[in-house]
C-alpha cells in the first residue's frame, strides 16, 4: 500500500483514510498511539486514489479530496467520512485536480478553508460541502533581460510561478500570506489573499531563495519561514 493520509482524531488516536494497494481497495484505520495498534474500519473510499489531501473539519468529519487516481491521472474527487455512522460520502468535485504533494491548505477564521494548488485556489465551505474558485493569483515572475543599450533591466512576464507545492500561513487578521517557490527564474515572489474581498495582492519579497519552503505564524503576528 502506498500514500496513506493521516488525521489526528485526539490525542491518542490517528484516521487513516482508506488506500488501494495493486489494485486492491484497503479500508480506513485507526492507529491507537498508546497501544501501538491499528483498527480497521471496514469502510471504503468511493475513488480509489493515493496521495489524496484530507482535513478536520470543525464538527468531526473529515475531508478528503484530490489525489492520484488508478489510471495514473490526478484527481478532483471529493469525499466526507462521518467517523459516527463509519461512512464515506462523495461531494461536488474541488474545481482542480490536485494532490497532496503539490497542494496545501489554511482553515480561516469563519470556518471555511483556503486550498492552493499550482497557482490555483479554491474555498471549500463545509456548510455546504462545496468548492468555489478563489479570486484570481496575480501570477508573474521577473527576469533578467539586455535593453537596446545592453544595460540589464528587470522584465515583468506573465507565467505560472506556483508549478510546486507553496508555503502558506494563516494571518492574525483572517489573510492568508502565500510564498512562492523561488525556481526556474521566478523571483521570491510573496501574495496576501484577503477572504473579505475574495483577492489576492502582491506583498513584500523574501530575502532568500528557498525550496520547499514552510511558514509558521508566531504569537507576535510575525511569521516565521524556512526552507
Partial sequence: AYGYSAVPLNENEIFLAAEYDKKKLLPA?????????????????NV???????????????????????????????????????????IMDSN?????????????KDGRFFIITEGRAEIFD??????????KITDYYQKSVNDKNGEKKRQRTTKNIYERKTAIALLQDGRVLILGPN??????????????TNSFEI?????????????????????????
Avoid: W
Avoid at 463545509?126 to 479570486?135: L, S
Avoid at 532568500?208 to 507576535?220: E, I, K
Fill in 96 to 108: 482542480f485536480p490536485n494532490h497532496c504533494t503539490v497542494t496545501n491548505h489554511a482553515k480561516l
Fill in 126 to 135: 463545509p456548510k455546504t460541502n462545496q468548492f468555489t474558485i478563489a479570486g
Fill in 29 to 45: 484505520q485507526i492507529y491507537n498511539i498508546k497501544k501501538r495498534k491499528f483498527k480497521s474500519l471496514n469502510s471504503y473510499l
Fill in 183 to 196: 525556481y526556474n527564474m521566478a523571483p521570491n515572489n510573496a501574495e496576501i489573499y484577503n477572504p473579505e
Fill in 48 to 90: 480509489p486514489r493515493f496521495s489524496y489531501n484530507a482535513v478536520n473539519l470543525e464538527d468531526g468529519r473529515i475531508l478528503i479530496f484530490g489525489g492520484i487516481e488508478e489510471n495514473g491521472y490526478e484527481s478532483k474527487a471529493a469525499e466526507i467520512y462521518n467517523i459516527e455512522t463509519n461512512v464515506f460520502t462523495k
Fill in 203 to 227: 506583498t513584500g519579497s523574501q530575502n532568500f531563495p528557498m525550496f520547499y519552503r514552510d511558514a509558521v505564524t508566531l504569537q507576535d503576528g510575525r511569521v516565521l519561514v524556512t526552507g
